[in-house]
């Protein structure tokens, strides 16, 4: 035993104990901090990228090409753990063996990188989300904190990294029971009973500090939504079936694209990026705008009926998402995919017209996230927080489980398991205690 050991060992057990709280609950605050203010930057990005755009119309081939480049070249040189949405290297990073490995996959620093470079991403008009990588920052705040405080057990360190993801998304989101479903269906395979306080304190803590400097707000605000007729309940499998294909769809390209393109050399990633880049322009040219930044405009627009952006929009959507996310470029899925699903329900209104044109957004979103997610928990709650409105849970349920068994048919595995293999490779080549 060495001293480091032979210093916790002699240390007062109850001392231990309240000062690893003491790290989840500073960590817990820190994330929603850095939640709040994450989302303010991005939302400046995303406005002045559009004040460009209204101003240089005929720019956005030239402004989107060369921010997706610069932001892939950014990405590989500097921060290459830094790529993608963050959630996988999160789950990850869960298996990873000890501090050395999980540095590769967390850290301060891929935090800042990630930050800054979403940031470039949005201001080319790339078509991503900030919920994604905000776990992945809540997660490498935890682990940091728990690195400063010297913990321990492994144990332990992997319920700060469960924690710090789940306490992001609720911070992001505004979604506490969110955070939690997401941090059990999708970050960890099992849910121990030690770690469910610690957990669920972190993303009361995180939640209480964005809620305390954005106010109780709801990310969409309130949708009037009713299933009122039993004749209605044919757009729950219309919604989950649509849902379920081109969620699915979505998620088998981006796996096979992402196991395509990541080989590539340096220069040819960013001569990629570029050739996306002049994509996804051409896409905002078509869409005037609708299908650059996260969507969360085009969203709470159709909900409250402030906003039609036309029935080609969930497919503009669908390939400017596709297209931003293959560059490799820092960027969640989310928020793009809300959108994306809020756009199908609307295009699909008018073959239900016994039910209100909300009802058809609000299960065109839990149904298209969940194809493309195949988180059915996470993708019903999650919305009902959103909209706050708790009457639609059953067919929000049913489409969510309708949508994930038509998505299996076309996508195997979850998305952001398939996408962490990468990173679990990456640990597993190395060994313990040879990374960084």
């Known amino acids: ?35 709040v203010v994450f989302a303010d930057a991005c939302g400046w990005a995303i406005r002045y990228h ?80 900030r919920e994604g990588p905000t776990v992945h920052i809540g997660a490498s705040i935890m682990d940091a904190l728990g690195r400063f405080a010297h913990f321990p057990s492994e144990q332990l360190r992997r319920g700060l990294v469960l924690a710090g993801g789940a306490a992001g998304l609720a911070a992001a989101f505004n ?100 050739s996306l880049g002049l994509i996804v322009s051409a896409l905002g040219l078509v869409s005037h705008g609708a299908t650059y930044g996260s969507g969360y405009e085009q969203a709470h627009g159709l909900l409250t009926g402030e906003v039609s952006p036309g029935l080609l929009f969930p497919i503009l959507k669908w390939l400017a998402t596709l297209a931003s996310y293959l560059t490799g470029m820092p960027g969640g899925l989310f928020s793009p995919s809300l959108s994306t699903g ?25 149904g298209y996230f969940t194809g493309v997610t195949q988180s059915p928990l996470t993708g019903a709650v ?15 349920l049913a489409t969510c489980f309708l949508a994930l068994g038509v998505s299996r048919l076309l996508c195997k595995e979850p998305l952001y398991r398939a996408l962490a293999k990468p990173f679990l490779r990456q640990i597993d080549q190395a060994g313990p205690g040879r990374l960084g």
């Not at 869960?94 to 967390?106: E, F, N, T, V």
Request: proline share 5%; with cysteine; net charge positive.
């Open 1 to 35: 035993m060495n001293l480091s050991q032979d210093a916790h060992a002699n240390r007062n057990p109850f001392l231990m104990v309240w000062q690893a709280r003491a790290v989840f609950w500073c960590g817990a605050i820190a994330v929603g901090l850095v939640a």
């Open 50 to 129: 559009d004040k460009m755009i209204v101003r240089w119309p005929l720019a956005a081939p030239f402004i989107t090409p060369f921010g997706f480049a610069a932001a892939v070249y950014l990405t590989r040189r500097f921060s290459p753990a830094a790529k993608g949405s963050g959630i996988p290297q999160a789950i990850a990073a869960l298996a990873a063996a000890d501090d050395i490995q999980r540095s590769r996959l967390l850290s301060l620093r891929i935090a800042a990188g990630k930050i800054a470079l979403m940031l470039v991403g949005l201001l080319s008009g790339a078509s991503i989300g």
């Open 175 to 274: 979604t506490p029971i969110a955070g939690i479903v997401f941090a059990v269906e999708e970050m960890a395979r099992s849910f121990e009973e030690r770690t469910t306080g610690t957990l669920i304190t972190a993303v009361v803590l995180a939640g209480v500090v964005a809620t305390g400097l954005l106010g109780n707000y709801t990310y969409f605000g309130v949708a009037n939504a009713h299933l009122l007729t039993w004749r209605a309940w044919i757009a729950v499998p219309l919604c989950g079936v649509s849902g379920g294909l081109l969620g699915g769809l979505f998620a088998r390209i981006l796996v096979r694209g992402s196991d395509l393109l990541a080989p590539l050399s340096t220069r040819k990633a960013v001569f990629m990026a570029a």
């Open 342 to 366: 809020a756009g199908i329900g609307a295009a699909l209104s008018p073959l239900v017209p016994q039910t209100s044109l909300a009802t058809m957004i609000v299960l065109g979103m839990v």
């Open 382 to 396: 999650i919305v009902m927080e959103m909209v706050d409105d708790h009457s639609l849970i059953l067919p929000m």
